[in-house]
T-cell receptor
Framework: QKEVEQDPGPLSVPEGAIVSLNCTYSNSAFQYFMWYRQYSRKGPELLMYTYSSGNKEDGRFTAQVDKSSKYISLFIRDSQPSDSATYLC???????????FGKGTRLHILP | DTAVSQTPKYLVTQMGNDKSIKCEQN?????MYWYKQDSKKFLKIMFS???????INETVPNRFSPKSPDKAHLNLHINSLELGDSAVYFC????????????FGPGTRLTVL
């Protein structure tokens, strides 16, 4: 079992819909959870990060962590065509540790 | 005023050749990284340097040798290239080794024929 599992998609949704992206993980030692966005032919860029369990909101984006289920989510409200990209979840055990990335989910927002 | 730049952007070469990829960051960051993203889009760390000191060295064939001449530069030299080395190689930097935000370069798409 890989440490971080993420459905590669693609996931296609109509503009304006709420998008839910998810990852599961096996290592209960992970404490820092991140979401990176990667546009085609570009490098990833950090969207949000959270520490331990709970929710974090930033504009149209909400990140949720459920450590008891080893499950993290990213919600995108009022999705826009410009949100079309690959979304990679990422996590690390502590601040000195390497970051482990999921494979990414390709998201298409249809106008 | 690109933050993290890599050269070349594309690299096509024959098996057995030796090649280098260069990376520079102008963000004043202390920590730099090399990642490999394979055809299945799996992004995996290879090396990390903090203040020119190697701090992460994953299970990578010793044909891959990183070199950090100063804090702003991290190069990757690959000897005896193999077909399986074909991938996109990303350089990244962060303010420190404990920072969650890493800034990625545009990637170098390496194709080994």
């Amino acid at each position: 079992q890989k440490e971080v599992e993420q459905d590669p998609g693609p996931l296609s949704v109509p503009e304006g819909a709420i998008v839910s992206l998810n990852c599961t993980y096996s290592n209960s030692a992970f404490q820092y959870f991140m979401w990176y966005r990667q546009y085609s032919r570009k490098g990833p860029e950090l969207l949000m990060y959270t520490y331990s369990s709970g929710n974090k909101e930033d504009g149209r984006f909400t990140a949720q962590v459920d450590k008891s289920s080893k499950y993290i989510s990213l919600f995108i409200r009022d999705s826009q065509p410009s949100d079309s990209a690959t979304y990679l979840c990422a996590m690390r055990r502590n601040r000195d540790d390497k970051i482990i990335f999921g494979k990414g989910t390709r998201l298409h927002i249809l106008p | 005023d690109t933050a993290v730049s890599q050269t070349p952007k594309y690299l096509v070469t024959q098996m057995g050749n030796d090649k280098s990829i260069k990376c520079e960051q102008n963000l004043g960051h202390d920590t730099m990284y090399w990642y490999k993203q394979d055809s299945k889009k799996f992004l995996k760390i290879m090396f990390s340097y903090n203040n020119k000191e190697l701090i992460i060295n994953e299970t990578v064939p010793n044909r891959f040798s990183p070199k950090s001449p100063d804090k702003a530069h991290l190069n990757l030299h690959i000897n005896s290239l193999e077909l399986g080395d074909s991938a996109v190689y990303f350089c990244a930097s962060s303010q420190g080794r404990t920072t969650n935000e890493q800034f990625f370069g545009p990637g170098t798409r390496l194709t080994v024929l």
